[in-house]
């Protein structure tokens, strides 16, 4: 273990320079270190980050994250889904910049938990909701959010019969979710009280 230790510190001064730049190739290096057991993130101070520079990557990329997250709360509550992060990141860092991939995200994203309970990610279907302001969503929410996924939005008719659930327990999971800015109401589509989320309206429309 040792010496595969030593030989894969050997293997980052070689490759450095792709490990900073290339994404992919970022991925699988953390997944050569996970495999002994090595955090290249755990100290700040330590050799993975001198060599590398990845504790400052991760750091910056963390800060660029936050900012993209601030300047968008005030259109979707404080949920954004992975891919509009991504697309919104690259485009701020220009083309000079190191790629980023949804592996980078996830990353730094659970770094800057640490921050308390005001970032979290959120499973929807096959990828995730970035959730960047204070509050729990309970399973309930989670569900509404992955019910309202393809069209972007949801009744409470919607998910009683879907979802097998009393009208009651439906409409305080939507009440909730206004409540804290993440969905709107639309009384004009129809009898049925539409729920939208913002956050997934970018992703069906790009």
């Not at 949804?102 to 970032?119: E, H």
């Amino acid at each position: 273990m040792t010496a595969f230790q030593t030989n894969l510190e050997e293997f980052a001064r070689k490759h450095k320079d792709e490990i900073r730049k290339d994404a992919h190739f970022r991925t699988q290096f953390q997944e050569m270190c996970a495999s002994i057991g090595v955090d290249p993130l755990a100290s700040g101070k330590g050799f993975w980050s001198e060599l590398l520079g990845v504790g400052d990557f991760y750091y910056e990329l963390g800060v660029q994250i936050i900012e993209v997250c601030m300047a968008t709360s005030h259109r979707n509550g404080g949920l954004l889904t992975l891919e509009e992060l991504k697309e919104r990141l690259t485009a701020s860092r220009g083309r000079t910049g190191p790629s980023i991939s949804v592996n980078d995200l996830l990353t730094a994203i659970k770094k800057l938990k640490v921050l308390g309970s005001g970032f979290a990610l959120i499973p929807v279907g096959q990828s995730y909701l970035v959730q960047s302001v204070p509050g729990e969503l309970t399973m309930d929410h989670t569900t509404v959010l992955q019910q309202a996924q393809k069209a972007g939005y949801v009744t409470a008719t919607q998910l009683v019969r879907s979802l097998s659930w009393e009208t009651t327990r439906a409409e305080r999971a939507l009440e909730y979710l206004v409540k804290e800015g993440l969905a709107w109401v639309d009384d004009q589509a129809g009898t049925d009280r539409q729920y939208w989320f913002p956050s997934l309206c970018t992703t069906l429309h790009s």
